[in-house]
Every structure is written in C-alpha cells, then in structure tokens.
C-alpha cells in the first residue's frame, strides 16, 4: 500500500490525492481543515474514509471536486488528479463538466439538495441535459431508467412527484438515481446513510453494492460509522484532526488497527461490545477545534496510551508498516496491545 491509501496490486489509479491542504478564514486567521491529506481510489473500488463529525472528511471530497471555494474555502497546496487531469486549479466552467458527468456526488441531507419546486424527474433529467446532448424527452426517459435502477417503484409515475411526496429513504434513492444518471467513473457519497434506519440504511447499502458490480464504477464513500465500512468498503482511510491517521485494507483494519484512535473507534461499536459481552466503550472528550490543535499528535489528550515526552512535543509522520500506513509515534510497541484486543474481533456485519 501506498501513501494515498492504495491496496497493494490496486492497479491504475482513478482518483489520486496528494498532500491537499485547505483552508478557511476565521477571526483567529487562516484555519488548517484538512492538513496534507493523502489518499487514492484505484478503478473499480470502493474505498471508505470514516472519523468523527469535525475530521476532515467531507471537506476534503468537497476540496477534491472544487466545492470549497464557494463557501469562502481555499486549497492552499496538494494536488487532486482524475483519470491523471490535476483539478486544483480549474475554471469552475471546467470543473462543473466534470461534477455530475464523471463524478457523481450524493449529499448528506437530500432535502437540502433537492428543489422542492420540481418534480424528481425533471432534476434528474435537468442533469442528463446538462452533461448530454439530447431532447427533453430522452432525457426524461433516462430519469426513470436510473429511478427505476435505484429500485424505486412504479418509476414512470414516480418521477412525476415532487420531494416531498418521498420518504427519507426514497429520497435518498432519487439522489443515488441523480448522481449516477450520467453514468459516472466515480461515486462520491458523502454519509448519505446517517439520518436512515438501521433497515433503511442496511437497503440503500444493497442498492450502491449492486450499482458497482453492474458498473464497475468506483465508490468513495464518507462515514463516520464503522458498521457502514465494515459492509461496502474494500480499503479504509482514518481521519482524525484532519489528518489521516491510518489507512489499510478493510480486514487488516478491523482485525489489527494500528493506531489507537482505530482501535477506540472499534470499541465503541456496539456489534463488537455486543459479540465481547460488554457496553460499548466511548473515546473520552471531543476532537479539538481547528484553532486549538493540540501540539503533537493530535489525538494524544484523548489517547489512553499517551506518553507525553513521545507523543505531545512535535508533529507524528505517517509512517508505512506491513498492511498500510499510521500517524502514531509508539505504533510499533503498541501494535501487540491493540492487536490483543482484536484477537477476538471478527469484522462485524450489519444485520
């Protein structure tokens, strides 16, 4: 594996992001979000970041296809390349031939994304018209194609509704159905499962499976819940203090995390509490704010396995081992306490 996150014999990288760096202003200056942020999605993937709410991993997909900079953001250094194009640095005309053609984005929330004036079918096909040269009519057709891909029932009559004739999981659906519509090389869903069921969750989960195997199109998937990796993903980046933290295969993570922030975050699943017969265990305090990084290793004031003279007094590298790599400066002494812990663990699956 190497340093963008890449499992060993990957192949040809889709998605390949180095070193990116973002920023916003605040009355404190410039705020460091995502701090060198390295990862890659290789052709036909599905790779998963995951870290609490305030790691970087939204902004760092949102910086990767240029949605920062409307928001007052800006990419201070790194480089974002697709299909080998750099993006950083593109004209939003260029950026948005690429945004819903080639890369397809689902957002957290659908009804914030979705316009209440129009009916699903008219967005979908909106989008179809924007990225293809064809009728409203064809276009039209293509809206309940990809409705009807997406398993929503009766498509032909449902693309005429409007959003809010749809139940949180359906509308979620009609967002899958609009960002695959142009079918694109990569899928980038941003916790597009966070405000579902565990049922309905566990449903629009089947529906991105079967969208990739059909397609083969890569899937870069955002989530803060390691039961959501544990079913889709193939390799797993962690962020913490917008930072990767670690990054490796989804088997290799779960069974033998390296860092203790991975580690914590397996811990505090209740499949595995459940499984080890005792309550979930939580991560004490809460991920500092951007103007308030600690010194260090930025996790060490939460980490239990702190050595201040080790890990408080300057910046920890992220480092290679043998299934990917870790940002903590005892990683190797650690590694037989943590992978203690995960002796017992399997890698859970969502019921």
């Known amino acids: 594996m190497d340093q963008t996150g890449s499992p060993p014999g990957g192949g040809d990288k889709l998605l390949e992001i180095r070193d990116l760096v973002v920023q916003f202003p605040s009355p404190n200056g410039l705020l460091t979000v995502v701090d060198h ?104 057709k293509r809206a309940v194609e990809v409705m009807d891909r997406v398993h929503i029932a009766s498509a032909a009559t449902r693309a005429g509704d409007y959003p809010h004739q749809f139940s949180g999981g359906m509308r979620q659906r009609v967002m899958i159905a609009m960002a695959i519509a142009c079918d694109p090389k990569l899928l980038i869903a941003d916790e597009p499962t966070t405000a579902l069921d565990v049922t309905i969750q566990a449903r629009i989960l089947e529906v991105l499976e079967e969208l990739q195997r059909e397609s083969g199109m890569s899937v870069l998937f955002i989530t803060h819940d390691l039961g959501v990796v544990a079913e889709i993903a193939r390799s797993v980046v962690v962020m913490y203090g917008a930072q990767v933290v670690e990054s490796a295969p989804v088997d290799e993570l779960f069974r033998s995390p390296r860092h203790p922030y991975t580690a914590g975050l397996l ?8 499984d080890r017969g005792h309550a979930p265990i939580a991560i004490p305090g809460v991920v500092a704010q951007a103007y308030a990084w600690p010194q260090g ?42 992978g203690q812990a995960a002796t017992e663990r399997s890698v859970p699956v969502m019921s």
């Open 267 to 274: 811990e505090a699943m209740p499949q595995v509490a459940l």
């Open 37 to 140: 942020v390295s990862l890659s999605v290789g052709r036909n993937d599905i790779v998963c970041i995951v870290g609490e709410s305030g790691s970087g991993k939204s902004v760092t997909m949102q910086a990767a296809v240029g949605l920062v900079q409307p928001k007052g953001g800006r990419v201070s250094g790194g480089s974002v390349k697709f299909e080998g194009q750099e993006l950083v640095g593109m004209s939003s005309r260029q950026l948005n031939r690429i945004r819903g053609d080639s890369i397809g984005f689902i957002f957290q929330e659908p009804m914030t994304s979705l316009n209440p004036a129009y009916t699903v079918g008219d967005q979908i096909a909106e989008v179809v018209r924007r990225h293809r040269n064809v009728s409203r009519r064809d276009a039209w």
């Open 297 to 338: 290793c930025r996790f060490h004031p939460r980490c239990t396995f702190c050595k201040p003279e080790v890990c408080a007094d300057a910046p920890v590298p992220l480092m290679p081992d043998d299934h990917g790599f870790v940002r903590c400066a005892r990683a190797a002494e650690l590694r037989a306490t943590l």
